[in-house]
């Protein structure tokens, strides 16, 4: 079983609450996750969410949902772990293509390099899941990474799980430290990755990573949500 099929096999089995989207005309926004309905200093995993416990991982979950710098987040940390959790999600990419998170990422994995499996780890990330049966071989996963030396846009295939496929959305350490907003076109990425139009993805996973480096690492991710075309 890989890292990732463990989780698909989860979410299709059982209940996991989804996030609902609005028929297209009724919405410009689908609001993913903004921890404002979470418990403030709530630890582990969050409500609504569930915990995937990857093959050699020693997954810690060690979460928090934090008020700091005047907005509510999701403190993610890892020390040698490798933690990830998911829910189901329902989104029009037609209407509603554009996803677009807030992070801050404290410290960045030492010595991480997505590109060799010895080292294949990364700060918070965010991952966009199309489950498809069986889904070891036909699962599709989008994953999209600060990294500390790639530069911003490369795609890297992952070293551990075929149907994984990272984006640097972010590259470099001047901005570690601050709030930034990211924003990306779910249907381009994979058109750009798989040379087809997509599906609507199913789920939604935020992963963070230090198992095979044995290092540190700390994020903050503010509100996840999805937005119209013309935003």
Not at 32 to 54: C, I, K
Not at 189 to 196: A, C, I, N, Q, T
Request: charged content about 25%; hydrophobic content about 40%.
């Amino acid at each position: 079983m890989t890292r990732w099929t463990g989780l698909l096999l989860a979410l299709a089995i059982f209940g996991v609450p989804a996030v609902l989207a609005a028929p297209p005309s009724a919405t410009d926004i689908v609001l993913v996750e903004d921890w404002t309905r979470q418990p403030l200093d709530s630890r582990g995993v969050p409500d609504t969410w569930t915990a995937h416990e990857t093959i050699g991982g020693n997954p810690v979950y060690d979460f928090a949902v934090v008020e700091i710098d005047g907005r509510r987040a999701l403190q993610m940390r890892s020390n040698g772990d490798h933690s990830t959790i998911a829910k189901k999600l329902s989104v029009d990419l037609k209407a509603t293509p554009w996803l677009e998170w807030e992070w801050k990422v404290v410290a960045l994995p030492d010595r991480a390099d997505i590109r060799h499996r010895e080292t294949s780890d990364a700060a918070a990330h965010v991952f966009m899941v199309w489950p498809r049966w069986p889904p070891a071989f036909r699962s599709s996963l989008i994953g999209y990474i600060w990294d500390a030396n790639l530069p911003v846009g490369s795609v890297h295939k992952s070293q551990k799980t075929g149907t994984v496929t990272f984006i640097v959305v972010r590259a470099g350490k001047a901005a570690l430290g601050q709030w930034v907003t990211e924003r990306r076109n779910v249907r381009d990425d994979y058109r750009m990755v798989y040379g087809e139009d997509p599906e609507d993805p199913a789920v939604i996973a935020l992963s963070i990573d230090t198992n095979d480096t044995r290092s540190w690492s700390e994020s903050l991710l503010g509100p996840i949500r999805f937005r119209r075309g013309d935003h």
